[in-house]
């Protein structure tokens, strides 16, 4: 099955500076990318978005870049802010008959002011 | 985006008892529900898929007579766990689609669960 790795577990970096999280996938099969924040006690929040069909997508300091012949996708922030400080998991998507969601571990992200 | 609600926030109760937690799509019709349980600084664990008016699929080493799972309608599905113990105590997360076979998941708040 599918399977999702992401990298780094922990990130921490000075405000202003980016943040890139790295994914990589296992089935070429997926078609579907979506990436989640979420905050202490909170669940987790889409916050941007990617399909097999496109190479990069970008949504104002966020941008999502997919390799479709490596298997892997990228999450960047630029400018980064102390709000930006949360959890992001990266996910695939087999468009199977089973269509099951598969996360990455986890990066905790600290913006330091 | 799509808005989906929990409901209870946080349950505290004893060992022995069952608890039902709601999860509601406020804006849209979810066709498929999805429950999560996610431990102190882990990932998210699928606990089972279930799709409005059938049998939820329950992943595997998820008790399904543990973990009762309803999908009624469109826009409501419920978790009961029941007999709960100390163990059960966790954070559960639902997520809901419109879609059967594609789309965005959409989670919902969570519901912290402490068994006594």
């Known amino acids: 099955g599918e399977n999702v790795e992401q990298h780094p577990s922990t990130l921490s970096v000075q405000e202003g500076d980016s943040a890139v999280i790295k994914c990589t996938y296992s089935d070429s099969a997926s078609n579907y990318f979506p990436w989640y924040k979420q905050e202490l006690g909170k669940g987790p929040q889409l916050i941007i978005d990617i399909r097999s069909n496109v190479g990069e997508k970008k949504d104002q300091r966020i941008a999502v870049t997919l390799n479709k012949t490596a298997k892997h996708f990228s999450l960047h922030i630029t400018e980064t802010q102390p709000e930006d400080s949360a959890v992001y998991f990266c996910?695939?998507?087999?468009?199977?008959?089973?269509?099951?969601?598969?996360f990455g571990a986890g990066t905790r992200l600290f913006v330091k002011a | 985006g799509a808005v989906v609600s929990q409901h209870p926030s946080r349950v505290i109760c004893k060992s022995g008892t069952s608890v039902k937690i709601e999860c509601r799509s406020l804006d849209f019709q979810a066709t498929t529900m999805f429950w999560y349980r996610q431990f102190p600084k882990q990932s998210l664990m699928l606990m089972a898929t279930s799709n409005e008016g059938s049998k939820a699929t329950y992943e595997q080493g998820v008790e399904k007579d543990k973990f009762l799972i309803n999908h009624a309608s469109l826009t409501l599905s419920t978790l009961t766990v029941t007999s709960a113990h100390p163990e059960d105590s966790s954070f559960y997360i639902c997520s809901a689609r419109a879609g059967r076979t594609q789309g965005t998941q959409y989670f919902g708040p969570g519901t912290r669960l402490l068994v006594l």
């Open positions: 996910a695939a998507s087999l468009n199977t008959g089973g269509f099951k969601t598969i």
